[in-house]
């Protein structure tokens, strides 16, 4: 039970009025002197000096010199007195005794014995009890009752906020807290409701609101509203005031303050200053902080140091600790002990500990221990193990289930699923659904979807005149873009598609520069197309070489290439080995052609 022992309560006479704000000035002579003359005037039969000699003894502490002039006072019905009587008997530990005299008190008008009784009513079980004197001392503007009301509502279910604004408004700095949260409650539901029905000024309406609360508990000392207010700032990219904030709370002994500030701080690039805080965080009991010590020390290779900083976060029961240890088990290769920590991490909930333990499972042979896994992390919300299902499903030819998987992983943004699912619709037919999901998956990043989605826009678009000598050339098409965007990528077919394109433009330098990239990354479509180019150059020796190198490669009209150049240089034994060869590798018409040179030449040789 709070001591009412503040000089508002205990000078309830108001013949000790003081400006509100002040701060007490006067020092121990002059306490001496005042408590001296209310003696006096107590022995002298004056009832307000008994209360207040009585306050002033309760105040510091001399529970035996108080009683006998608060009882005096309330003898003659000082409800100050009675209240303060009450609050000496309960520190006694006189409960019923105390609320007896804070019944009298209450009943007497005072909001501060009302406010107590309320709280002992409380404390009993005695909720509608508590709640009846709770309200007398709230209503009469008493800013313990008003909180105390707030809290007895919003613990039962009620509506609790008026009271919690009540107190809120007249310095109660919990109040302003909690009143900040249930602002930010609403506005996260409001938020999670969806802005079609104009839910999102509403939404924006809470949120300014509950940084005001915030930061008005946050001025009073409040570390926990430090921490919120901070936490908005750095959402809204206020870092340096985001900083000061979290610094104060962190300073108040808030270790999450302390992570959140190291966090900060290494993004800033001060890793040594965030090691600090982080350490303070840890040494507090704050799991994200030991995980990201762990983290710093396995960048740095101290794989012991990070090791007992994972073991610490997952002590302080942050399943990422069991999750992270997994990782660095698995990274030196300690198989068993990484299985061991996913697999711990995966039954306390964590999604991504249950994907890497599936993905151990599947690399070890383990497909049927390993699908549970995926499955259990993809309905947590893992994508990574939602595209994983898909490839699971996509290998057993199980395509109707993986396209499910692969369009759940799309959906939230898995770049590969995109893809995925975009070759699936190209396969059934649905260009507009495939196109829609090639893009997602080309704006990702992906250097296939680019290539497949620039291929689809190349059908449709309607045949290009040639380049004639002289004319400028024309402006490049979207596909043509999207060929770059991918050739840019490495991507080896998109970049003989774009020499191609360069090379129907006119542009003999851009074509011989994509067919050569394509060539050196293995392409035997960029070493053929590379070959014709240089050989209408007049450099067919050069031309040779790359053709050489895509018949190699398997590319049957590089053979045939080969096998006339042979020919016209009377090599005739070698124009009739990649003649052979061109008739094995095909296409069809490539294979006759080189059939009927091959038997020309073997009759030459025979003749």
């Keep these: 039970m709070d001591v009412m022992g503040d000089k508002a309560t205990l000078f309830e006479t108001g013949r000790f009025v003081q400006p509100a704000g002040q701060e007490e000035t006067r020092d121990e002579t002059g306490e001496a002197a005042e408590e001296a003359r209310q003696r006096l005037a107590a022995e002298a039969g004056d009832v307000e000096a ?39 008997l309960h520190q006694r530990g006189y409960a019923d005794e105390a609320a007896g005299w804070w019944r009298i008190a209450a009943v007497a008008g005072s909001a501060a014995a009302a406010h107590a009784l309320g709280r002992h009513h409380r404390e009993r079980g005695d909720e509608p009890a508590a709640e009846y004197w709770l309200r007398q001392s709230a209503e009469q503007g008493h800013v313990l009752g008003a909180y105390a009301l707030a809290d007895l509502l919003e613990h039962r279910g009620d509506d609790a906020e008026q009271w919690m604004r009540v107190a809120a408004e007249r310095g109660h700095r919990e109040a302003a807290y909690r009143l900040a949260r249930t602002l930010d409650r609403r506005g996260a539901c409001e938020d999670g409701a969806g802005a079609d029905n104009g839910v999102g000024a509403a939404d924006g309406a809470a949120a300014e609101e509950a940084e005001q609360w915030y930061r008005q508990a946050a001025a009073r000392g409040h570390r926990r509203a430090a921490l919120h207010l901070g936490a908005i700032l750095e959402k809204r990219g206020e870092l340096k005031e985001a900083g000061r904030w979290y610094l104060t709370s962190a300073k108040d002994g808030e270790p999450r303050a302390a992570c959140a500030l190291g966090f900060l701080l290494r993004d800033a690039g001060d890793e040594e200053s965030a090691a600090v805080w982080w350490l303070r965080a840890a040494q507090d009991g704050d799991g994200n902080a030991a995980n990201a010590l762990g983290a710093l020390h396995a960048e740095r290779g101290q794989t012991q140091t990070a090791e007992r900083w994972y073991r610490a976060a997952m002590d302080a029961g942050d399943v990422n600790g069991a999750y992270n240890l997994g990782l660095l088990c698995a990274e030196q290769g300690r198989i068993g002990q990484a299985e061991q920590w996913y697999r711990r991490a995966a039954y306390a909930g964590h999604r991504e500990a249950a994907n890497a333990l599936a993905i151990l499972l599947l690399q070890g042979g383990d497909e049927t221990g390993a699908e549970p896994w995926f499955s259990k992390a993809a309905e947590a919300g893992s994508v990574d193990a939602a595209f994983n299902l898909g490839i699971l499903y996509a290998k057993r030819g199980e395509d109707t289930a993986a396209l499910r998987w692969y369009e759940r992983a799309a959906a939230a943004g898995h770049t590969e699923a995109a893809l995925q699912v975009g070759i699936a619709r190209l396969r059934d037919g649905d260009e507009l659904e495939a196109e829609r999901h090639l893009r997602c998956a080309a704006g990702g990043g992906s250097a296939e979807a680019a290539y497949r989605l620039a291929a689809v826009l190349d059908a449709r678009r309607p045949p290009v005149s040639p380049h004639e000598l002289g004319e400028p050339s024309h402006e490049k098409s979207e596909c043509e873009e999207w060929y770059e965007r991918a050739a840019m990528q490495g991507h080896r077919r998109a970049q003989v598609r774009v020499g191609m394109l360069a090379a129907a433009r006119g542009d003999v330098v851009e074509a011989a520069r994509w067919y050569r990239e394509a060539a050196e990354a293995g392409s035997r479509n960029g070493a053929f197309n590379l070959g014709l180019l240089l050989a209408r150059e007049g450099s067919e020796p050069e031309a040779a070489v790359w053709w050489t190198r895509a018949a190699d490669a398997g590319h049957g009209r590089a053979a045939l290439r080969l096998a006339l150049v042979y020919t016209r240089r009377g090599e005739l034994a070698e124009g009739q080995r990649w003649a052979d060869r061109a008739v094995s590798l095909g296409p069809g018409e490539v294979a006759e052609r080189a059939a009927r040179l091959r038997d020309a030449l073997r009759e030459e040789l025979s003749a």
């Design 50 to 88: 008994m209360s207040v000699l009585g306050a002033m003894l309760l105040r510091r502490g001399d529970l035996d010199g108080a009683e006998p002039h608060l009882r005096a006072a309330t003898a003659e019905g000082d409800r100050a007195a009675a209240n303060n009587l009450g609050v000496l």
